[in-house]
């Protein structure tokens, strides 16, 4: 008896282990004891989830390890080393990938075996690879987020967050209806993910504010409780996933709109300017607030069901706390002046309607990443405190006087991690651009031309949105946008019914946290799982082609002529190489 209470796990000094003792002549300790016994099927999966990360990272490079040796079979006149070129890129970015999806590494250690396998199969040389990691799209990134760390070490972001409550109330869905809103218009104008380095400390805020009150409110119940994670979950979601809605607003909203543009003058020399700044805003921002009333309502539901209804005296409080706010410090002013500066400089580098200041400097000399770096600058140089040359009188006063950001910050907020990963997705798309892959997959869809045209919208939007979660949005879009450019004139389609819904769709990478920098970034926070991201996030995914496809076959009629074949395509047609 002793020996099976001992196998049984009961502490020996337990009073549950007393009262087994003494009653251990009674049927009822053997049925007790029967049911603690462990069976072979849980034995098993236990043993399974101890070896399971084991498992993975042993078995899945040996399962793909056939595609080293395949030759490309859509290509007769490649190279036997071309088209091994393509497979191994392949073998690549499954193993990454399936690292990534069942998360057996960190995320972001997973994200440095593009150095490793790149050079090791010959996709790319180690130097290349790791020259991907810091690129000017990484350096807008961390400039964004030095400016988020600063808006957090001033606390502007608690003002900001009860501001934001003050306006919506403190019902759930229009909180989020609300973060979404400003976050797709900011993202409309300016870097999504300088938007979303912005928005996701706000967010943070307001969730931790709302748990609060929900939980020291006796009204809420059990159901309030039990809602508030998968309420902090969707919040911040909502925030990436409108970063990459707003950005398709606008032609300057996201590069891989500047792209499409880019290529269109380059395929078409004689386009008659039909698609611009203005009229792409006539086409695309009523797309843009369809899709975002869409992924609202797909959140809510998801997120948003058991959350704790609406409480007037949450709203009360929140004003209140609002109310009881000090002056803003001179801090506070300090930062909201540089963010303006950081906006306006991203604004009027290239507005698109007028000559931007951007001008003036050679190609590829000023980016958005330089504005981000020199406001980053201004931030570790300004003082945190109103400037009085009589105060400091010695030495010792001078180095008590702070910045508005310094490097004591950096080193604790900065999620450095998320840098590795946005490094490993640009270092992903190189390889997968440089080896021929795309090409491989984009150049198997010239067979499909005789399919009717919402049928091929459908095809291309949803092999670019696959593409896409691996790749950036712009490599996405300088791969596909001149090949669905070739296929839309080979059927006698209008170059934009294709080149728009697969730009749009270069977008739409909303399932993994390497996808775009805003998804990156709030995985980053901590407050999503991949799992969460991946569901709902393929779930939106599949509700936008469809609304797009939608919207490209009615209501796009009316802002673009759609309908008739154009002359210009007609014309480069025949001088352009297919």
Known sequence: MSLSLHLSGWPENSESRQRMLESSSSTNFVQHFVSREVSNKERLLCLFRRLRNGLVLVLTPLFFGQMLNWEGPFFSDNSHESSLQEWKCAYCVCIIAIYWMSEVMP????????????????????????????????????GGLIMAAAVEKCDLHERVALSVLRCVGSEPKWIMLGFMTVTALLSSFI????????????????????ISSFQHHP????????????????????????ANIGGT??????????????????????????????????????????????????????????????????????KTRYNELPRMTYAEKSVFVCFCILLSLWIFRNPGIVPGFGVFFKKGAYTDATSAMIVAFLLFILPSEKPDLATYIKKEDLKKKGCLMDWKTMQE??????VLLLGGGFALAAGVKE?????????????????????????????AMIITNICSNTVTASIFVPIVATLAQKAGHHPFTLMLPTTLASSFAFIFPVGTPPNAIVFGSGMVKVSDMAFVGGIISMELLVL???????????????????????????????
């Open 548 to 578: 797009t496809i939608l919207y490209m076959n009615s209501i796009a009629y009316l802002t673009l002529p759609l309908l008739e074949f154009p002359s210009w395509a007609v014309i480069a047609n025949s001088t352009m190489q297919t």
């Open 435 to 463: 080896s021929g892959l795309s090409l491989l997959i984009g150049n198997s869809l010239s067979s499909i031309g005789h399919l009717p045209l919402w049928i091929l919208q459908l095809l291309t939007m949803f092999i």
């Open 413 to 418: 907020t900065f999620p450095w991690s998320v």
């Open 191 to 210: 870097s999504n993910t300088a938007t979303t380095a912005m928005m996701v400390p706000i967010g943070q805020s307001v969730v931790q504010q709302l």
């Open 249 to 318: 607003g606008t032609a300057t909203g996201t590069p891989s709109n500047l792209v499409m543009l880019g290529q269109l003058n380059a395929l078409f020399p004689k386009v008659d300017g039909s698609l611009n700044y203005v009229t792409w805003i006539f086409f695309a921002y009523p797309l843009m607030l369809l899709c975002l009333g869409v992924a609202w309502a797909t959140l809510v539901w998801f997120f948003l069901r058991d959350a704790p209804e609406k409480d007037e005296a949450v709203t009360e409080m929140l």
């Open 107 to 142: 995320l972001a250690v997973t994200a440095m075996l593009p150095v490793v396998l790149f050079p090791l199969v010959g996709v790319l040389d180690a130097n290349t690879t790791a020259k991907e990691y810091m690129n000017d799209t990484n350096f807008l990134f961390i």
């Open 219 to 242: 009204t809420n119940g059990e159901r309030g409780r039990l809602g508030c994670k998968k309420m902090a979950t969707g919040l911040v979601l909502s925030i990436c996933f409108a």
